[in-house]
Structures are given as structure tokens and as C-alpha cells.
């Protein structure tokens, strides 16, 4: 079905409304990307940490595990919550969280510290998955699939990016200066 066409002075207003569109949807997919990087982004660290903590990579590896399993609680209490509560105000909040979160681990003082912060970050890190429905169900039905796609498309960038960027970023500028930079993304 065509979609009608608002005309001021001949000019259509098809194109900007399409072009804010598109916009919106680079914003949300580079949302999601940024937000799935905070549960994969301790793995390249773990050296830099167990250096930093005096320790060994395989003494702080469990801080990755902990990421894991924070995450599978935020699909279990928070992501539920999407279908009951205003997507976005949860989407704000659980992005405050992930700061505050991702804040604390760039300030710990040790691994258990690290591994809390790292465990609220990425319980909190289920901004996707909310993102995804709050997408496919506000997209015009013609175009819903390709949105959903860049959402999806966002939050494999943002694991793979993860890894690759923050192990880079992290070698250059130390450990701290990731989780600072994940901060203040969200």
C-alpha cells in the first residue's frame, strides 16, 4: 500500500521524515552495539587486570564468568519488564545503571569490587533486547524487517567490537580507561 505523500509549496515531506527515520534507527543500532560491547569487554582485560592487581589472568578470569552470568539475570528479571512498563524510561534507567555500573568498575580497588560492578553492568545490559521489539513494533510494516535487522546487525558489532576495540584500547591506555570510555557511552 503507497504511502501518502504531504506536499508544502510541491516539495514532498516524504524524504526528511524518511531521512530522521533512518537517522533514529543509525542512533538505536549504534545504542545497541555500545550496550552489548559492556558484557564481553572484562574478557580482553583480563591480563591488563591481573597485571595491574598484582595477580594472574587465570586468578581473574572468573571476573569475565561473572559478566555471564549477570547478563542471564538481566534476561530473567529486567527484560520481562519491557512488555509491562514504558520501554523507554526502562531503557533510561537501565542505561544509568550500566554508567554508574560500568564507573564503579574503572574505580575498583581490587577483583571482588571489579567483579560486582562488572556483575550490575551487564544485569543491566539488556537495553537490546528491548530495543529490538520497541523497533519492530514502531516500524512502518513495509520496512520492519530491514529495521530489526540493523538493530541486530548493531548488537553483533557491538560484541565483536568489544573484544577486538577494547583489548586495543586497552593495551594503549590501560583497563580503567575502557570501562571509563563504555561509561560514558551509554
Do not use: K
Amino acid at each position: 500500500m503507497p504511502t501518502a505523500t504531504v506536499t508544502t509549496a510541491g516539495r514532498s515531506t516524504e524524504a526528511p521524515a524518511r531521512r530522521a527515520g533512518s537517522l533514529l534507527l543509525v542512533l538505536i543500532a549504534v545504542c545497541t552495539a555500545v550496550t552489548a560491547a559492556n558484557i564481553y569487554l572484562a574478557a580482553p582485560l583480563l591480563p591488563l587486570i591481573a597485571r595491574d592487581y598484582g595477580s594472574t589472568p587465570s586468578a581473574v578470569a572468573w571476573v569475565a564468568s561473572v559478566a555471564q552470568f549477570g547478563y542471564a539475570f538481566g534476561l530473567l528479571v529486567f527484560a520481562p519488564l519491557g512488555d509491562s512498563v514504558n520501554r523507554r524510561r526502562l531503557v533510561a534507567a537501565l542505561s544509568l545503571v550500566t554508567t554508574a555500573a560500568l564507573t564503579a568498575a574503572a574505580l575498583a580497588t581490587g577483583t571482588t569490587a571489579l567483579a560486582a560492578a562488572v556483575l550490575v553492568a551487564s544485569a543491566a545490559t539488556v537495553v537490546p533486547q528491548l530495543l529490538v521489539p520497541l523497533v519492530a513494533q514502531r516500524a512502518p510494516a513495509d520496512r520492519r524487517a530491514r529495521h530489526v535487522a540493523a538493530v541486530i546487525a548493531g548488537l553483533f558489532t557491538g560484541i565483536v567490537a568489544a573484544r577486538v576495540l577494547g583489548g586495543l584500547i586497552g593495551q594503549a591506555f590501560g583497563w580503567r580507561v575502557v570501562f571509563v570510555g563504555a561509561a560514558v557511552l551509554p
